[in-house]
């Protein structure tokens, strides 16, 4: 057990060592101040950490060397847990409990980003058929579809309207709508946003109307949200049916079988003198 101890310490060490240890430039051997601070650790590069923070809209408040930093702390933080208490259980079980521990300290930063990354997609999803909408309005008028987009982002709140607000200014500054579009579908991924960005790049190819294809997408995005939540309302149904079945009914058959035994003489006719 202490030579697990030794080998999981010896492995949060090194990805604390990791996070502050600098990348290698071959080919840029003096570099600026700036650079220095803004590099990406190997290790992080190697885990995929950049990716979840970017998928999780954390890249404001969030680096990938403050993330390897976090999760050497949580590993060795589930180390700490894992050697208390441990050595009370019998036989391996000790051992195991240690390294699920680290495992699970060292995974934790992790299962926390998806979770954000999940509830971020699913905001954006939700309003995207509103956003589509205005749209709509807005290029009906004769704007151009950067100009809506940016304004659009500039004027709503949440993720949807920032990452509409950066592809607009993408579109403004020269980058060209296939461009931008292609760095939207990068930054956010599903079938709800390639579709949006594949209308857009329809209409600018063939001259399609575009604010009738945009209503039609956010009448098709309404119907399957609607469609979601009542397939949800459905699988809730025999989840309730179960709680009930597990939960109140032993419940109340218990109180059922309390007040029978508190009232047996008097049903059975004993009475006690």
Same mark, same amino acid.
């Given at each position: 057990m202490i030579a697990l101890g030794l080998v999981l310490i010896a492995v949060a060490v090194a990805l604390t060592a990791a996070a502050f240890r600098e990348p290698r430039w071959p080919h840029a051997p003096c570099r600026s101040p700036r650079s220095r601070r803004t590099a990406v650790p190997a290790a992080?590069?190697? *885990?995929?950490? $950049?990716?979840?923070?970017? /998928?999780? !809209?954390?890249?404001?408040?969030?680096? $990938?060397r403050s993330l390897l930093l976090a999760k050497a702390l949580t590993a060795a933080t589930g180390l700490?847990? #894992?050697?208390?208490? !441990?050595?009370?259980? $019998?036989?391996?079980? #000790?051992? *195991?409990? %240690?390294?699920?521990?680290?495992?699970? #300290?060292?995974?934790?930063?992790?299962?926390l980003l998806e979770r954000s990354a999940r509830r971020r997609h699913r905001s954006m999803v939700a309003a995207l058929p509103d956003a589509l909408d205005l749209l709509a309005v807005s290029v009906a008028t004769g704007r151009p579809v950067a100009v809506g987009l940016f304004e659009l982002g500039s004027n709503a709140r949440g993720p949807l309207a920032k990452e509409f607000a950066i592809t607009g200014e993408a579109m403004a500054w020269g980058s060209g709508? #296939?461009?931008?579009?292609? %760095?939207?579908?990068?930054?956010?991924?599903?079938?709800?946003?390639?579709?949006?960005?594949?209308?857009?790049?329809?209409? /600018?190819k063939l001259g399609s109307p575009l604010a009738e294809q945009l209503r039609r997408q956010a009448s098709t995005l309404r119907q399957d949200q609607r469609r979601s939540i009542e397939e949800a309302a459905a699988r809730a149904a025999p989840k309730i049916q179960l709680v009930i079945a597990l939960v109140l009914v032993p419940s109340v058959l218990l109180l059922m079988v309390a007040a029978l035994v508190a009232n047996s003489d008097a049903l059975l006719g004993v009475g006690y003198r």
């Open positions: 992080a590069i190697s *885990l995929g950490l $950049p990716e979840r923070i970017r /998928r999780a !809209g954390r890249e404001a408040d969030l680096s $990938p700490c847990i #894992g050697s208390i208490v !441990g050595p009370v259980l $019998p036989g391996r079980l #000790g051992p *195991l409990l %240690m390294a699920g521990s680290a495992a699970f #300290g060292f995974l934790l930063p992790d299962l709508q #296939g461009a931008a579009l292609e %760095m939207l579908k990068t930054r956010v991924s599903g079938k709800e946003i390639a579709s949006f960005c594949a209308t857009l790049e329809r209409s /600018r």
